[in-house]
């Protein structure tokens, strides 16, 4: 049984990486078998590689669309929408574009570096749910390419997803951290935020991380087995 257990707290954030969706088949982005380590972000993920080659990074998030597309949200996203259910102040910050969290039933989720499932036009300042695999035309009926609504290296975060993230924080009475290597910011710094406001902090990962030693609690191991344990209502 894990050291601490969510069943004595009511306003949990879970804040998620890549490595809550390794369970579901979805490659994280550093380590062994990463998305780095195969694709270099400079070609396919920002915005100068986009304003490019538009019809290259395209063809890398179709090929992402696809795959996601054919994995299913694993247990740990189940265990966290089954906590918003029953404590309906629970709510997700997530690094993650792939929309597992909703998928699995969550309904409250700060998506911080945006989805593979929207696209914008920035020409008119649109933004549109979009989940055809492959997308049907890169182009808005403007004429302009579209872009993928994610936050690419370089590119500036959501100020107002960042400041409801931190109202989220301070609101909360207990933050989980599951999946994330913890080295990309502004996003990196919200376990600090947890901490500068007394809240508990739980850090779940596999291997510990540069900000392991921030955290109160830690447990080591895979998502869904942490959560497991983390979520367990036997005393
Ligand atoms: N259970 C728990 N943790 C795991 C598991 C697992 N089964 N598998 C891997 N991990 C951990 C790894 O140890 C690592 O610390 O998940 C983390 C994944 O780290 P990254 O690949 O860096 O993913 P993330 O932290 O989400 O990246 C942040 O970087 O590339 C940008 O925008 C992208 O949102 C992404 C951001």
Redesign the pocket.
Known sequence: MAEIQIKHYNKIVFFT???LS??SGIP????KG?V?QEYNYEDFACQRAFDKDPQKVWEFHNKRREFINGCQPNEGHRIIAAVEQTKPQTMVIT??IDGMHQRAGSKKVIEL?GSLWRVRCDREGTISENTDIPLKSMKCDCGEYLRPDIVWFEDPLDQQKIQQAVEAIFQSDLFVS????G??FPAAQLPAVAIQNSVPTVE????S?PLSQLYQYRLQG??SEMLKQLCSDSD
């Open positions: 990486g890549a490595g390794a369970e994280t982005y550093r380590g990463g780095w690094q993650n570096h599951i999946g994330t290597s080295v990309v779940i990962n596999i291997e991380t895979p998502a």
